[in-house]
């Protein structure tokens, strides 16, 4: 599956300054190992210790927050998009 | 006075200059304002304060901004009213409400917006943007109409009338979003980072914006003689407000301008229809879990709340607790503290008033205490919620007889 992921300002300096990326895989957690792989970095930014999302950082999964879904192994359809986006907003 | 040193990530400690920066690069954790505490002690004083204007800027040395002629529509230095009716209602002792509705847009959102337009402003922005439930919405289109800026304002379609409206009479760009608010807060976080020259007051202005809320703190002081209530009742959305409130008094001690520590019992009230922060707190867990809110309390309908964690440690850490209140139970507080007290508070404020009620009956605010309870939101802008429920005693026609046989008022046979 080809998925696009949007980039946070905080995390352009890893994908050398673009907003997306293009990336295939068919679970939250394959599109992020392949944007590690890509963009070396990225799992020690997304990943506490355990391996679990940190508390402060938010993925929707076509605009659905993934918490409401399968957590990382949430699937991920063709052309869908995967928005990585810092929790500490709003209010 | 500027005492800024720079900004802090609360999580990993990691420093940021004073710039448009809400989250921690490498750990996403917030920012916050770090000051030079010792030097500000040394300028600060209780005279200083009292002889400044009668607004929240009368506290500019613990605000993170250094223009001394701030937007400023006039906020703050709301009453401070003692509520002995209501307090005998509840069977509670020396009871105060933070009568905060009177703000110039009729929420504690000017206090926010205030310091983070002008904030904004000193760093060089000229557009004006936010993601709201409806109070924020109103506030950032009347400062920047004030200020001469342009705003974008993301709002939920589904608000209320009255705070559409009273946003799109200020001009600016005015965006109803086909979601709920959790989902037009993604969008802006998104378009912060499209749009980095816009300052989002609650996303990259977030740092200033919520140290705003500080000044809730400082006004019960300073409005209670210069000393800390006992327990204060504090509404939840995303939780900034209730830290805020809490990191306050702390520093009003650490400047001196509290001689003895404070030790305030911190209470958070959530719609039981939106209660992330309040179920982990009946749970004992340390993970709040997002919900898809289903309130009249539209005001506090943020499901996935940026601060619940650490509202949630400060009512902990306090010996506070939570309360959560139904669409009804909601609509009682409001008109409790309407016939109590002569004061009309949103659906928030009815949040408040009913959790207030919930935790004198469990014995959590005690008749002991000096207890303040924070009304933040003016009633006319959610009237709808009482439409159909609240309306008049009786319909006669013009004649003395219509009256007379329409309604017996208590007490209305007495004579002087």
């Known amino acids: 599956m080809s998925v696009k992921v949007r980039i946070p300002t905080q995390l352009r300096s890893l994908t050398g300054g673009a907003g997306e990326v293009t990336l295939e895989g068919s679970t939250l957690s394959e599109v992020l190992s392949a944007l590690d792989a890509a963009h070396p970095g990225f799992a020690g930014r997304l990943f506490d210790d355990d391996g679990s999302l940190r508390r402060f950082v938010n993925v929707f999964v076509a605009d659905e927050d993934v918490r409401f879904l399968q957590g990382l192994s949430t699937p991920v359809g063709e052309g869908q998009t995967v928005s990585i986006v810092p929790a500490v907003a709003g209010g | ?416």
């Open chain 2, 1 to 416: 006075m500027d005492f800024v040193t720079g900004l802090r990530c609360r999580e990993c400690s990691r420093t940021y200059p004073a710039e448009a920066l809400h989250v921690c690069d490498y750990c996403f954790g917030p920012l916050e304002v770090a000051y030079d505490y010792d030097a500000m002690a040394v300028t600060v004083t209780r005279e200083r304060i009292e002889s400044g204007p009668q607004s929240i800027w009368r506290y500019a040395d613990l605000l993170p901004v250094t223009d001394t002629a701030p937007i400023d529509l006039r906020t703050g230095f709301t009453p401070l009213v003692r509520a002995d009716r209501l307090a005998a209602e509840l069977g509670l002792g020396e009871l105060w409400i933070k009568n905060d509705t009177v703000n110039p847009t009729g929420s504690f959102k000017d206090r926010v917006v205030s310091v983070a337009l002008t904030r904004a402003r000193e760093l060089g922005f000229k557009v004006a943007a936010c993601a709201s439930t409806g109070n924020l919405a109103n506030s950032v289109a009347a400062h920047a109409a004030r200020a001469g800026m342009t705003s974008v304002v993301f709002i939920p379609k589904d608000l209320e009338l009255a705070k559409v409206v009273t946003t799109a009479v200020y001009g600016g760009y005015l965006i109803a979003v086909d979601g709920t608010y959790d989902d037009v807060n993604r969008l802006c976080a998104e378009l912060a980072s499209e749009h980095p020259t816009w300052a989002f007051v609650n996303v990259n202005l977030r740092t200033y914006y919520a140290e705003g809320s500080k000044t809730l703190a400082f006004e019960v002081a300073e409005q209670l003689g210069w000393q800390a209530p006992d327990h204060v009742v504090v509404p939840v959305a995303s939780g900034s407000q209730l830290t805020k409130i809490h990191k306050g008094f702390g520093e009003l001690h650490r400047v001196g301008l509290l001689h003895d520590e404070p030790h305030v019992r911190v209470s958070g009230a959530q719609a039981a229809g939106c209660s992330p922060v309040a179920t982990a707190f009946a749970d004992g867990s340390d993970a709040i879990r997002p919900v898809r809110p289903k309130t009249i309390a539209k005001s506090l309908a943020i499901g996935n709340p940026a601060d619940g964690w650490y509202a949630l440690e400060t009512v902990r850490q306090s010996g506070g607790s939570f309360a959560a209140a139904s669409d009804e139970e909601i609509l009682e507080g409001i008109r409790l503290l309407a016939r109590t007290e002569g004061i009309f508070a949103e659906t928030a404020g009815g949040v408040t008033i009913a959790c207030l009620a919930k935790l004198a009956t469990s014995g959590v605010v005690r008749p002991d205490e000096l207890v303040v309870a924070y009304v933040t939101g003016n009633g006319l802008k959610t009237v709808e919620a009482l439409a159909g429920t609240t309306g008049p005693t009786a319909t006669i026609a013009p004649t003395i007889e219509a009256f007379a046989s329409a309604v017996e008022v208590e007490g209305g046979s007495h004579t002087t």
